[in-house]
């Protein structure tokens, strides 16, 4: 690891270091305001009602005090990391005029949590702090009246703005698309440029580069802010823009612009329409937030969670949450269980069978998992294609034989040793072999299936890889065990 390296990693450690403690301020603090709230209820003492508004307003001064000194992102982690009551209290405790700014810092399930609590008024104001593409990010979860109070307020450009926001599908660059760019023409020289840019209080963030377009808003190039600032001032646009510059179209896949940002190092890229009029731009941090969005979706979706879930969340919406996959996963496990019990005369014979069984399940199901990870992964970079699949399977095939070999040679030569038998030695090598055999070909079937299926990849994956592997490891490692043991 570079220098550079490692003091990126002890700055992004210090930066965990220090939200970690602004959270433990804050619970602090609602722990102080809880106990001492909890004594004053029980004394009995004069002017109590005073009493135990002086010590509540001292907490909550104290407390907003401290939020106001932390970023929206920062509110919003502490926001998620509390139940739902302190939750409650801290968020009526954040100014109003960063309430739009917290709603979009925060994950899906915990926004729900808090639109439910503020009157309709309360989120116009909200939403009218935020521009069209934050706005689009955040209307799926408001009420059609607050969203047709948002549209009254908004001028003719800004409607028009989030209208076509809100037109494009998730997942599309349109869904990440920022309308906040400067454009220059190119037939203009550097220091018209320079004054025009003077005229801005601040530009907008992640802008790295001016867009240059015609009189048609075409877009002909970009110039990136280092050329114009080295360049004699007296230069056309046009002699100095970058032609050649990556553009994007609204429809383009979100995933494929993503890997494009982390090739060629990005920081900001153009949209055009299918005109080639510039519409919008597309950021970094758009790009690392969907990156972020995706990988939660395929953490969640490998274990069978239909949606990300607040962990303070209610019993009754946790369960409603996890049923689908358990219940599939109640039906697979019978199954496993119905196998074993097809073979209890043979493990009532030799009792060594279900000390090793487990071994061989769960060899097959890490290593379906490894194989559905790589899958999943490569699917997502567009590196696999149908064409592709035959030689996946004969890879995984080939990978799983020599894992195999290996270590279900090693596992039978242990069994050998254990329990002094040749012939289980031998049998736990073949089933070891045979059930990787099984997870390898699962785990290129399943995600490559739930792609042409249109569905996500990683959905459930875990959960389905397990069932094969535990219910194909125990009919395979029992049956060669009946035919060759017994």
């Known amino acids: 690891m570079t220098d550079s390296q490692d003091l990126r990693e002890e700055a992004r450690h210090q930066d965990q270091d220090e939200l970690m403690q602004h959270l433990k301020e804050v619970q602090q603090v609602l722990s102080r305001h809880k106990l001492v709230e909890s004594l004053v209820h029980r004394q009995d003492m004069p002017r109590h009602e005073l009493v135990e508004g002086l010590v509540h307003k001292q907490h909550l001064v104290e407390l907003q005090k401290k939020l106001d000194e932390l970023h929206p992102a920062d509110i919003a982690y502490i926001l998620e990391a509390l139940p739902l009551d302190e939750r ?29 609590t503020m009157a309709p008024a309360e989120l116009v104001a909200a939403a009218e702090q935020l521009d069209a593409d934050e706005l689009a990010d955040l209307a ?3 009420p059609s009246e607050v969203i047709d109070d948002v549209f009254r307020s ?22 990440l ?21 003077r005229r801005f209080e601040e530009l907008p963030d992640q802008t790295d580069q001016l867009f240059v377009v015609d009189r048609d808003e075409q877009l002909r190039g970009v110039l ?24 994007l179209q609204p429809e383009d896949d ?17 949209v055009v329409d299918g005109q080639g009029r510039l519409v919008g731009r597309v950021t970094v941090n758009a790009v690392l937030d969907h990156i972020r969005d995706e990988a939660e979706a395929d953490q969640l979706a490998q274990a069978g969670l239909k949606e990300e879930e607040d962990i303070f969340a209610s019993v009754w919406d946790s369960v409603k949450n996890r049923w689908q996959w358990l219940a599939i996963n109640l039906v697979t496990a019978f199954i496993a269980s119905r196998v074993i019990g097809a073979f209890e005369g043979s493990i009532e014979k030799l009792v060594a069978l279900a000390a ?27 590196q696999v294609g149908t064409d592709s699949e035959r030689r996946l399977y004969r890879k995984e095939a080939a990978v799983a034989v ?9 596992l039978g030569l242990i069994a050998w040793w254990l329990y002094d038998d040749f012939r289980l030695g031998a049998v736990m090598t073949a089933a070891m072999t045979l059930n990787l055999l099984v997870a390898a070909a699962v785990g290129v079937a399943i995600p490559m299936t739930l792609q042409r299926l249109g569905r996500d990849p990683a959905m459930g994956s875990s959960v389905m890889i397990t069932a094969v592997t535990d219910s194909g490891g125990f009919f395979i490692f029992l049956g060669l065990a009946t035919l060759f043991l017994l």
């Open 356 to 382: 090793l069984m487990p071994i061989v399940a769960g060899i097959g199901g890490n290593s379906g998992n490894q194989t559905i990870t790589m899958i999943v992964r490569a699917i997502a970079l567009g």
């Open 254 to 270: 979100a995933d494929h612009a993503a890997q494009a940002f982390e090739r060629y190092d990005l920081v900001s890229a153009p």
């Open 88 to 116: 409650l209290l801290v968020w009526d405790l954040v100014k109003a005029d960063r309430d739009g700014e917290i709603l979009l810092e925060v994950s899906d399930a915990v926004r729900e949590s808090l639109i439910e």
């Open 154 to 175: 908004l001028d003719s450009e800004e409607r028009e703005q989030l209208r076509a926001a809100m037109s494009y599908p998730e997942g599309s660059v349109g869904a």
């Open 224 to 247: 990136p802010l280092d050329v114009l600032l080295v360049n004699d001032p007296e230069i056309e646009v046009a002699a100095l823009m970058q032609t050649d510059a990556l553009s």
């Open 177 to 197: 698309m920022d309308f906040d760019l400067v454009s220059v023409r190119e037939d203009v020289t550097l220091e018209v440029v320079l004054r025009y840019l």
């Open 140 to 142: 799926p979860d408001l």
């Open 402 to 410: 020599v894992n195999g070999l290996i270590w279900g040679g090693l």
